[in-house]
C-alpha cells in the first residue's frame, strides 16, 4: 500500500523513526517542534516518494495552558445562539428573578462567558448570534436545516430566544462587542474572521459545531465548553479522535452526513470507514474519482451511487470565508474587568 502522507500518532516518536528507517528505508527530515503546544513530529520520505508524518501524544490540558501563555494576541470567537441553547436547556430548572422574570438562559450564559474569559484569556472578543434571514443553504438543498424547531410557535417558557435581549444587554455591560447576522450563517462570518486573522492572532472558536473542526490550525482552536469537562480541540485532537487532519474535515462530513443539520451521508459509510477512505485517497474528490479501486465492494456501490449527494453535502458542509467582516481587529479589543455574575445580573437589572 502507498503511503501517502498519512498522519500516525506514536507513543515513541524516535523509536518508530528509527524503526522506519531500519526496515523500510525511510529517511528523516529534522525534528519539528511546535514549542505553543509542545508538538512534535518527523516526515518520514520513501523510496516511492510516500511520506509519513509521525507525531508526539501531547496532553491536551498542557497544550491548552500553553495556548494561554503564548505570546500572541488572542482573539475569541463565540456562536451566540450555540451557548445561549446549551445553557437554557442545560440548567436543572427554570429559574425566575423576584420580578417573576425567567433568566436561566441568561444566568448560564453569563456565567460561561465568564468561565471561557478565564480558560482563553482573549485580547479580542466578538460573539456572533445568527440572524432571522433566508439561508443561501436552502438554495442547495431544500432540506437543510429543515428538522429544526421553529421557535416562533414555542411558548417564551420554552423558548430560549426570549432572553436574548437580556443575553444582548449583559454582554454591552461586559464591554464584548456582538453582532447578529443578516445574510449570511455565523459560522460563515467566523470562519472569515478565522481565515482574516489567523496568520497574526490566535483564534479560539467557542462553540459545539464540530464544522469549525474544519477551520483548526496551528492557530486556530475550537473550545467546547462543557464547565471542568472543557475540551479544546487542536489538529491532534482531531486526528486522535477521527484519524484525519482539519483540511479533510468537510470530505469527512460530507461522507457520514450530519443529522443535526438533516444532511444525510452515504449508505454504509460510518466514521471509521470514512476516515479509512480519506486516508488512503486524500480528498473526498480522489475518492469519487477512485471509487472502482475501493477494495469493500457495497462501499464502492454506495459512494459510485451517492456522488451526487455526497458532493452537494461538501457545498453545505465547506464553510464560506469571503464574508465581510463588520469590525476591524482594534474595535474588538477587550479587558476583561473581572465582574462575577452577579454583578453583571444586578448591572443590567435582572437582581
Request: proline fraction near 3%; hydrophobic fraction near 40%.
Amino acid at each position: 500500500m502507498k503511503i501517502d502522507h498519512i498522519a500516525m500518532y506514536v507513543n515513541d516518536l524516535e523509536s518508530t523513526k528509527q524503526f522506519f528507517e531500519r526496515y523500510f528505508g525511510a529517511v528523516a527530515n529534522n525534528l519539528y517542534h511546535n514549542e505553543k503546544t509542545g508538538f512534535c513530529s518527523y516526515f518520514l520520505t520513501f523510496v516511492d516518494g510516500a511520506r509519513l508524518e509521525i507525531m508526539n501524544k501531547p496532553n491536551l490540558e498542557d497544550a491548552a495552558k500553553t495556548l494561554q501563555r503564548t505570546g500572541y494576541i488572542h482573539i475569541a470567537f463565540s456562536v451566540g445562539s450555540n451557548l445561549l441553547f446549551q445553557m437554557f436547556f442545560g440548567m436543572p430548572a427554570r429559574i425566575v428573578n423576584s420580578q417573576g422574570k425567567a433568566i436561566q438562559g441568561t444566568l448560564g450564559f453569563v456565567g460561561a462567558m465568564r468561565k471561557i474569559i478565564r480558560m482563553v484569556e482573549p485580547t479580542h472578543m466578538l460573539v456572533i448570534f445568527d440572524g432571522e434571514h433566508e439561508n443561501s443553504r436552502c438554495e442547495i438543498d431544500a432540506d437543510y436545516k429543515a428538522n429544526r424547531m421553529d421557535y416562533s410557535e414555542v411558548s417564551e417558557e420554552e423558548n430560549p430566544f426570549s432572553q436574548l435581549p437580556d443575553v444582548y444587554r449583559a454582554l454591552a455591560y461586559l464591554d464584548i462587542k456582538y453582532i447578529e447576522t443578516t445574510d449570511c450563517e455565523a459560522d460563515d462570518l467566523i470562519a472569515s474572521y478565522a481565515y482574516s486573522h489567523q496568520n497574526d492572532m490566535s483564534v479560539v472558536i467557542s462553540s459545539f459545531d464540530s464544522d469549525f473542526f474544519q477551520l483548526i490550525g496551528e492557530r486556530v482552536s475550537v473550545l467546547r465548553y462543557r464547565g471542568e469537562k472543557t475540551v479544546i480541540c487542536t489538529p491532534q485532537y482531531l486526528t486522535e479522535k477521527f484519524g484525519i487532519v482539519p483540511k479533510q474535515y468537510a470530505d469527512f462530513k460530507s461522507l457520514v452526513g450530519d443529522a443535526a443539520d438533516n444532511i444525510k451521508g452515504a449508505e454504509k459509510v460510518g466514521i471509521k470507514t470514512a476516515a479509512s477512505l480519506l486516508q488512503i485517497f486524500g480528498t473526498l474528490e480522489h475518492i469519487i474519482e477512485n471509487a472502482e479501486k475501493i477494495n469493500k465492494p457495497s462501499i464502492k456501490m454506495s459512494i459510485m451511487e451517492n456522488t451526487d449527494r455526497i458532493r452537494k453535502n461538501y457545498e453545505l458542509i465547506k464553510l464560506k470565508n469571503n464574508q465581510p467582516l463588520p469590525y476591524d481587529k482594534c474595535e474588538l479589543a477587550f479587558t476583561n474587568a473581572g465582574q462575577t455574575t452577579t454583578e453583571v445580573l444586578r448591572g443590567i437589572g435582572l437582581k
